[in-house]
């Protein structure tokens, strides 16, 4: 998290100066498509992945945290009278908190579903007539025999070795598929933007607390 949060730390006052000079609507326009970007790269990344390989990512993805949530805070109350900000504040607080607690809900419930899709798909092809399969279980028990292990218990290990390695296939092509999700969900609010009124001439970013 630390690349998205330095991303992000960064980005919050630059995009506050620019809130006042640019349309707020393209603003949030190009952190919505940066989100996207991010989570289409991280769509694509394999259990042999690094730091490097989601630094990126993540750093895109915390500049585009500023893009959206500077913007969107403007547009919000730009037309709420000075007397009633501070309801509406509590009120779009309120809203964001709830909408990120059913978001997390959904990628959670979606990444275990596809998991589950995913184990069944893999595990169809551990059997006896696929030779792949075959040949590395028996260089598992091989391996595990050269160690010490009797036939029976060495069959076990390899048997769970490979249980081991479908899961952990499993889990990171769930996490490609939530990411996919999540960048098809950004690309799918761009029209949206188009229903926001611009803010009035010299509105300044209103931060949201």
Do not use: C
């Not at 490609?176 to 926001?196: E, G, H, R």
């Amino acid at each position: 998290n630390l690349p998205r949060g330095l991303a992000s730390f960064l980005a919050m006052p630059f995009v506050g100066f620019l809130v006042g000079k640019v349309d707020p609507r393209k603003l949030l326009g190009a952190g919505l498509l940066f989100s996207a970007v991010a989570m289409y790269r991280l769509s694509h990344l394999s259990l042999n992945v690094g730091f490097w390989n989601f630094s990126g990512p993540l750093m895109l993805q915390g500049a585009a945290l500023g893009l959206v949530f500077v913007p969107l805070t403007t547009v919000t109350n730009d037309p709420i009278p000075k007397e009633q900000m501070g309801n509406a504040t509590s009120i779009f607080n309120l809203m964001r908190n709830i909408g990120a607690s059913i978001g997390i809900s959904m990628v959670e419930t979606l990444q275990f579903r596809n998991q589950q899709t995913h184990i069944n798909a893999l595990a169809k092809n551990i059997n006896p007539a696929n030779l792949q399969a075959r040949q590395m279980i028996d260089g598992l028990r091989g391996a595990f025999m050269a160690n010490g292990a009797d036939a029976a218990t060495a069959t076990k290990r390899a048997y769970a070795a490979v249980w081991g390695m479908v899961q952990r296939q499993a889990a990171m092509l769930s996490y490609n598929d939530v990411f996919l999700f999540l960048a098809m969900m950004f690309l799918a609010m761009f029209p949206f933007i188009l229903l926001m009124r611009r803010p009035k001439a010299g509105a300044g970013a209103v931060m949201a607390h």
